[in-house]
């Protein structure tokens, strides 16, 4: 079953379609009069060299105390020492199965309960209290709990992302379902859609702006809370490599252990966009 109606915009929404007849890249961006992605991309690693850059300068001139800020020539020599010597794969893949876990059960249960929140409406005003009050609440205070319920596996790392996944995906999907245009949920019951082709064909698409956009977020949250949870106890994982380089007083790992963090996240991150381009490939073009 095929809807046809207007779309309310969801927050990374688009506004009235453009022209049909030209949807390559380049007329879009020209369209927009936006920078086409390679010249984004070359500014962006241009900006990043002149960071690292001024950072080196500044450090080897003494402006800058190496012991507390080391140079980015150290921590990439560190970076290249553990990828080179295996020693940071373990560690990553403990890390990754957290984060994973945590990220696929965090964002199915937030999906799952905001579409049914959204569509009942007894439900939310009934739970709405309950998870206000649970999502105000200091995750890092959860953490010492977890790890004496579920030990120091994983699985005190993966319950402790889960409550920084959850909320997120939770509020954007409620929203995003809550927010469809009521004339376009009008005209489907009277073309005689039954809740199932609604949910299918109406929510789901229009609630899907909201959702990627709580994924993306969740992803780097994810991982955030993987490492906070090695951090705090645990016997591996990239978190653990951060804590253990701190005992020690060695900046370089600790930084080093951020870095591979970063790469990691926006890797992921790159991954997710391109689901995202892939299921919103009908969203209307924008005009100039």
Request: proline share 5%; aromatic share 12%.
């Amino acid at each position: 079953m095929t809807i046809l109606g207007s779309r309310k915009p969801g927050p990374r929404g688009n506004g009235s379609p453009g022209s049909t007849q030209d949807r390559s890249p380049a007329s879009r961006s020209t369209r927009r009069g936006e920078m086409s992605p390679l010249a984004m991309r070359s500014i962006q690693l241009l900006l990043t060299v002149v960071v690292l850059g001024a950072w080196e300068v500044l450090g080897r001139a003494g402006v800058i105390d190496e012991f507390f800020f080391p140079l980015p020539s150290d921590i990439f020599q560190t970076v290249w020492l553990w990828v080179s010597s295996g020693f940071v794969f373990p560690h990553l893949w403990v890390t990754m199965q957290e984060a994973i876990l945590a990220f696929l059960v965090g964002a199915a249960v937030g999906l799952l309960l905001g579409f049914i929140l959204a569509r009942v409406r007894f439900l939310e005003r009934l739970l709405d209290p309950f998870l206000q009050m649970f999502n105000a609440l200091p995750r890092v205070v959860l953490a010492p709990i977890f790890l004496l319920w579920f030990g120091l596996g994983i699985w005190s790392k993966v319950a402790f992302g889960f409550t920084l996944v959850f909320f997120i995906v939770f509020f954007n999907t409620l929203e995003g379902v809550k927010s469809v245009d009521r004339v376009l949920v009008d005209n489907a019951r009277m073309l005689g859609a039954s809740e199932k082709q609604l949910l299918r064909h109406v929510f789901i698409p229009s609630a899907l702006t909201w959702i990627f956009s709580s994924l993306h977020i969740s992803v780097g949250f994810a991982i955030t809370g993987a490492v906070v949870g090695e951090y705090l106890g645990a016997s591996g994982g990239v978190g653990y490599a951060i804590a253990q380089a701190q005992g020690v007083f060695d900046t370089k790992g600790v930084f080093a252990g951020m870095f591979i963090l970063m790469i990691v996240v926006l890797i992921i991150d790159l991954l997710v966009n391109r689901l995202e381009r892939h299921l919103l490939r009908w969203r209307p073009v924008r005009s100039a």
